[in-house]
């Protein structure tokens, strides 16, 4: 609803000094919103982890980066978080938006200006990217306990069609005339919504997810297999969690807001 209204706001706005200052409020408030994001998911990490066996780290912190990141200066991308399981390494990239309700209100008019679907697609790529450039960047000694690297993207919003429509992308995207050097596997990364990020966490569900996305991401490349290959992608990447696990809500517990 919020990005409708902005998108109301663009359209009925007068003149392009008018929707330039809408544009800059509205890039105030998004920016409150990530930071208040991030800020909920570092928290919410730090109530389930903070106890268990499970390990994460928030890479804005450079205390915590100095202990993940060969180079942790503020000018080397990175993701958000890392979280350590038994098994896997999840490199954690957070988003407020996708991109996807942003305000279509410009007219696409010079082939030198791309069309704002392009901005989308460009904001995950980047976010992917950002994954790939964490997990290259990692410390000897995490890489050194040759656990399993797996990509997050957790979006402040609705995920339904989008990780299938990426997905699409990025399997075409082999042809390196389209575009190259994504980095990316099916079965080795997904996109996520919060409420589901928040389930697999508080349900303790990340490896379960994981594998289950790996199971899935193979059948990607058999081409032997009777479904198309839309089928397939949107099998590996439209996955949700398995709901009849325990969730703790002790994180909602009023206590711990005291």
Same mark, same amino acid.
Not at 74 to 87: G, H, K, M, P, Q
């Given at each position: 609803?919020?990005?409708?209204?902005?998108?109301?706001?663009?359209?009925?706005?007068?003149?392009?000094?008018?929707?330039?200052?809408?544009?800059?409020?509205?890039?105030?408030?998004?920016?409150?919103?990530?930071?208040?994001?991030?800020?909920?998911?570092?928290?919410?990490?730090?109530?389930?982890?903070?106890?268990?066996?499970?390990?994460?780290?928030?890479?804005?912190?450079?205390?915590?980066?100095? +202990?993940?990141? #060969?180079?942790?200066?503020?000018?080397? *991308?990175?993701?958000?978080? /890392?979280?350590?399981?038994? %098994?896997?390494? $999840?490199?954690?990239?957070?988003?407020?938006?996708?991109?996807?309700?942003?305000?279509?209100?410009?007219?696409? +008019?010079?082939? #030198?200006?791309?069309?704002?679907?392009? *901005?989308?697609?460009?904001? /995950?790529?980047?976010?992917? %990217?950002?994954? $790939?450039?964490?997990?290259?960047?990692?410390?000897?000694?995490?890489?050194?306990?040759?656990?399993?690297?797996?990509?997050?993207?957790?979006?402040?919003?609705?995920?339904?069609?989008?990780?299938?429509?990426?997905?699409?992308?990025?399997?075409?995207?082999?042809?390196?005339?389209?575009?190259?050097?994504?980095?990316?596997?099916?079965?080795?990364?997904?996109?996520?919504?919060?409420?589901?990020?928040?389930?697999?966490?508080?349900?303790?569900?990340?490896?379960?997810?994981?594998?289950?996305?790996?199971?899935?991401?193979?059948?990607?490349?058999?081409?032997?297999?009777?479904?198309?290959?839309?089928?397939?992608?949107?099998?590996?990447?439209?996955?949700?969690?398995?709901?009849?696990?325990?969730?703790?809500?002790?994180?909602?517990?009023?206590?711990?807001?005291?």
């Amino acid at each position: 609803m919020f990005y409708q209204y902005n998108q109301s706001l663009l359209k009925n706005a007068i003149g392009e000094d008018e929707k330039n200052n809408i544009e800059k409020d509205i890039k105030t408030v998004n920016d409150q919103i990530g930071k208040a994001y991030e800020s909920y998911i570092n928290d919410c990490l730090d109530h389930y982890f903070k106890k268990g066996k499970s390990k994460y780290y928030d890479l804005e912190n450079e205390e915590r980066r100095k +202990i993940v990141l #060969k180079k942790y200066d503020n000018n080397t *991308s990175r993701a958000d978080f /890392l979280i350590e399981t038994d %098994n896997y390494i $999840f490199v954690i990239e957070c988003k407020n938006s996708i991109g996807l309700r942003d305000p279509f209100y410009k007219s696409y +008019i010079h082939p #030198k200006e791309p069309h704002p679907l392009f *901005s989308t697609w460009n904001r /995950l790529t980047g976010s992917f %990217n950002q994954c $790939f450039k964490t997990e290259k960047n990692l410390s000897e000694t995490f890489l050194n306990k040759k656990k399993k690297i797996f990509y997050m993207v957790v979006v402040n919003e609705m995920v339904i069609a989008e990780p299938a429509v990426f997905g699409m992308c990025v399997y075409y995207a082999k042809d390196p005339l389209f575009i190259s050097n994504l980095n990316l596997t099916f079965g080795k990364f997904s996109m996520v919504s919060l409420p589901v990020f928040d389930y697999l966490i508080a349900s303790n569900s990340l490896e379960e997810f994981a594998q289950t996305c790996e199971e899935k991401g193979q059948l990607v490349y058999n081409e032997s297999d009777e479904n198309t290959l839309f089928n397939r992608i949107c099998a590996a990447l439209n996955i949700m969690p398995n709901v009849n696990k325990r969730y703790d809500t002790s994180f909602w517990s009023e206590k711990e807001w005291q």
